[in-house]
């Protein structure tokens, strides 16, 4: 089964509204990351968080990672109609090597 | 910083053409290159890794005759889908990474159809 499996699929808010989506994964990971993807667009790197951390802030964004639990969620607070694209996290696992595996995606509409 | 042009954007052409799709780290130097391949609606699936001087790692099931894929600097990779068939339309991906703790950092994307 996959590495990095992202819950909700897809979430729709009001601009104001926070977002929450959460990433599952499996193996023992070095960092974990998050992505945001605009369609038909490159993916844009938004957050690395490392094994040893358990939460990180970049403006509106908060992450958290729960090594015991294996799961890490992504908030988005205050969300503008901007911030409608995919979110993906992806995971290093340790077993990995220079690879990372990415999860299925949450698609986020924020409804101006 | 840490910028990666990626292109062309988008190509289409007939079946049986050859297509090169090119990578650049604009700012710094890639010592990793990875190309992903990317369904409608789906997540990034990798095809394979390269690093800059050596063959590329490809991904289990990803022929690499097929998709040629070559590292020559610190700041190129590129990808070359051989005698292209309709079945390999898709959006192509490349992404650079300076060391393994450094994130990737990604191309805008290719989406190739072939007619």
């Known amino acids: 089964s996959q590495q990095g499996e992202e819950d909700p699929q897809a979430l729709s808010i009001q601009e104001g509204e926070n977002a929450t989506m959460n990433c599952s994964y499996k193996?023992?990971?070095?960092?974990l990351q998050w992505y945001r993807q605009n369609s038909g667009r490159g993916l844009v790197h938004l957050i690395l968080i490392r094994s040893n951390e358990r939460e990180k802030h970049s403006g509106r964004l908060r992450v958290t990672l729960d090594t015991s639990k294996k799961s890490s969620s992504l908030l988005i607070t205050a969300s503008r109609a901007a911030d409608t694209a995919s979110y993906f996290c992806?995971?290093?696992?340790?077993?990995?090597?220079?690879?990372?595996?990415f999860g299925g995606g949450t698609r986020v509409l924020v409804k101006p | 910083g840490a910028v990666v042009s990626q292109h062309p954007s988008r190509v289409i052409c007939k079946s049986g053409t050859s297509v090169k799709i090119e990578c650049r780290s604009l700012?710094?130097?890639?010592?990793?290159m990875f190309w992903y391949r990317q369904f409608p609606k789906k997540s990034l699936m990798l095809m394979a890794t390269?690093?800059?001087?050596?063959?590329?790692?490809?991904e289990q099931g990803v022929e690499k005759d097929k998709f040629l894929i070559n590292h020559a600097s610190l700041t190129l990779s590129t990808l070359t889908v051989t005698s292209a068939h309709p079945e390999d339309s898709s959006f192509y991906i490349c992404?650079?990474?300076?060391?393994?703790?450094?994130?990737?950092?990604f191309g805008d994307g290719t989406r190739l159809s072939i007619l």
């Open positions: 193996t023992s990971i070095n960092n």
């Open positions: 390269s690093n800059e001087g050596s063959k590329a790692t490809y």
């Open positions: 992806a995971t290093a696992p340790k077993a990995a090597g220079n690879k990372l595996t």
């Open positions: 700012d710094f130097q890639a010592t990793t």
């Open positions: 992404s650079a990474r300076g060391n393994s703790n450094q994130p990737q950092h």
